[in-house]
């Protein structure tokens, strides 16, 4: 089965993530809200700016375990694809297409308006300090990405949804408190600042994690017995 045709099967699973999604936005405009009125606030500089928007209370302790929560609990697969095509790489596709699909949707919302306040409140004052921006809302995605296949992993593994959920809670966490350490790891980069260059190295290496866990992910998922 080719890629754009899983796509378009996995497109019929799109009114599951209606009501998920929309509470994800109702807390994502009152997040942007608190921001923008926190920002007015403030002197407005750059730096104050930047750390508002990426912080790690709103942004990293609730908003991406939210997602990824929310997409653990929404995504299916059929064994009978397996069944029918008798590759297991079928059904790793499949969830990795919804998983892909339902952080887009979360994600892009998101992502432009940060960009679209960031430019009206002044900040963006260069074309290296929007390049800046934007791969630290690509951070944020791999971020995303990274807590849901680990969910996937977990709830594969041992075959129970709540599974992949303490997975995903533990581990943001887990990070969380490194943040607070100040031990400095690959992920939760985003609540840095850093040169474009610095920022686009940290994707690349998140790029790679991601490459991995993926690759974790279709072993167990070719090992399974269904």
């Known amino acids: 089965m080719s890629v754009a045709r899983l796509v378009k099967q996995q497109l019929r699973y799109a009114p599951r993530y209606y009501v998920p ?5 109702v807390f994502m405009m009152l997040m942007i809200l608190v921001k923008v009125v926190a920002i007015r ?8 700016v930047y750390f508002r928007w990426f912080d790690a209370y709103l942004l990293g302790v609730i ?4 997602s990824a929560m929310i997409t653990l609990m929404t ?3 059929r064994p009978y694809d397996y069944l029918r095509s008798g590759s297991r790489k079928l059904l790793y ?5 919804q998983a892909l699909l339902v952080q887009i949707i979360i994600w892009l919302p998101w992502a432009v308006s940060t960009l679209v306040s960031s430019y009206a409140f002044g900040v963006i004052s260069n074309y290296q300090v929007g390049i800046m921006i934007v791969l630290s809302t690509v951070q944020v995605f791999c971020n995303q990405l990274f807590l849901v296949l680990m969910g996937l992993i977990g709830y594969l ?3 129970r949804k709540v599974a992949g959920l303490i997975v995903i809670v533990s581990l943001n966490l887990g990070l969380f408190s490194l943040h607070l350490s100040k031990v400095v790891t690959p992920l939760w980069k ?3 600042s850093q ?3 610095d920022k686009l190295v940290n994707v690349v290496i998140l790029v790679l994690i991601l490459y991995v866990v993926s690759a974790v992910l279709l072993a167990i998922i070719k090992n399974r017995d269904y």
């Open 21 to 25: 999604v929309m509470l994800v936005y």
């Open 41 to 48: 606030q403030s002197d407005g500089t750059f730096m104050d």
């Open 63 to 66: 908003f991406l375990p939210m």
């Open 75 to 77: 995504v299916v697969f």
């Open 93 to 97: 596709w499949q969830l990795l297409i």
């Open 157 to 159: 593994t041992l075959r």
């Open 190 to 192: 985003f609540t840095r």
């Open 195 to 197: 040169s474009p260059l």
